[in-house]
């Protein structure tokens, strides 16, 4: 579907109030738009151009309700207020961060702030080969779409159908038809990629080129880039290696603090993935009027953790940063006996301090007590 000219029905257009109250609906011939200060009739927005303002009208499904019904309350004029119309929306086709917040959705989604860290820290660009795993409501496979284009390609696994239908109906409706650069396969991950191994491998020892077909091309070939969004990515690894080129990025959004450090610790004992790199992202917004320039009360908080890592070439294992003797990050302190406690307490200790460091320290805070 078009992205500029004319506004056209059944694309889906963004209308915004003078509050800054977004509305987010697909254009109907004939139809409409219900909204706290009246109805936005699209016969009056259809053939127009973005930027314009349309102006409310009386809703039509205002409701006369007598106070003298017995069950009812007298009608309170303020809601009667909410039907006139008379209020001014600017309209504009939505950009994929607003569409993808509007969207109807079955799981939640990702957030544009964290979707934004996928496509620049796992370096997903036009022409490559990606792989998905978990569509949810569809909000990181649009963007993924979005940014290798046509002339690449996505293939994502969905464990369950009915999230499947909802991710493809969201793309459709985004680009006006199904893309079709983009594979949507239903099943569990280690099925799935183990089947597409197996094509990678047979086109590997065939040396063909796998048909004119350019889904076909892709489908037999190494990914170039894998995404998880998946509650145990650390169990999926192995089939995720097995289809990913060397050199290829492996980018995992996790939720908690549990998944993230169990996810790191098989990342570094399989040896084949590069040293994981792990951040988060908050997104505060700004108001800016006048003299009153502060930050908003609320903000984005967590959302989740990022973990970016990188596939070694087969019979090469990776580098990793070796933990100074003194420090034992691994074993639980709960988990020895009192005497065992005793000896390998200053071995547990993450935070060491020299003897000299230790004497300043006691050294300096004598005087100061002296001088109190």
């Given amino acids: 579907m078009s992205r500029r000219g004319a506004l056209q029905a059944g694309e889906k257009v963004q209308f ?23 109805i936005i009739l699209h016969d009056d927005v259809i053939g127009s151009s973005e930027g314009v303002i349309i102006t409310t009208v009386t809703s039509k499904r205002e409701v006369q309700v007598s ?102 109906a969201n793309a459709t409706l985004y680009y006006g038809k199904r893309p079709q650069w983009w594979d949507l396969l239903t099943g569990d991950f280690d099925s799935v990629a183990g089947k597409l191994a197996e094509k990678i491998q047979s086109l590997s020892s065939s040396d063909s080129n796998g048909g004119d077909d350019l889904n076909s091309n892709y489908a037999s070939q190494p990914f170039d880039r894998i995404v998880l969004d998946m509650l145990d990515p650390w169990n999926r690894l192995e089939e995720a290696y097995r289809v990913i080129a060397p050199g290829g990025v492996l980018i995992a959004y996790i939720t908690t603090t549990t998944q993230m450090s169990r996810f790191c610790e098989a990342l570094r004992e399989a040896g084949c993935w590069t040293e994981p790199e792990v951040q988060e992202t908050f997104e505060r917004t700004w108001k800016a009027q006048g003299l009153a320039v502060r930050p908003d009360h609320q903000m984005i908080g967590h959302t989740g953790f990022l973990v970016v890592t990188r596939a070694m ?19 639980d302190i709960d988990s020895l006996t009192p005497e065992q406690q005793a000896d390998r307490l200053a071995d547990l200790e993450l935070r060491d301090i020299s003897d000299r460091k230790l004497r300043k320290v006691l050294r300096d805070l004598g005087d100061q007590l002296d001088y109190l």
């Fill in 16 to 38: 915004t109030d003078r509050k800054g109250k977004k509305i987010t609906d697909q254009l109907v011939v004939g139809g409409s738009t219900q909204t706290d200060h009246g």
């Fill in 67 to 168: 106070g003298d019904t017995p069950g009812h309350d007298k009608p309170k004029p303020w809601k009667a207020a909410r039907a006139i119309g008379g209020w001014d929306y600017a309209v504009m086709r939505p950009r994929l961060a607003d569409y993808v917040l509007s969207m109807p959705r079955g799981a939640q989604i990702m957030y544009p702030k964290d979707i934004a860290q996928v496509i620049q820290l796992g370096d997903i660009r036009s022409g490559l080969n990606v792989l998905e795993s978990g569509a949810g409501s569809g909000a990181m496979s649009l963007n993924l779409l979005d940014a290798v284009g046509e002339s690449g390609h996505l293939t994502t696994i969905e464990m369950r159908p009915e999230f499947a239908k909802i991710a493809e």
């Fill in 313 to 331: 070439a087969d019979g090469f294992s990776a580098l990793h940063k070796r933990d100074r003797a003194t420090k034992d990050t691994v074993t």
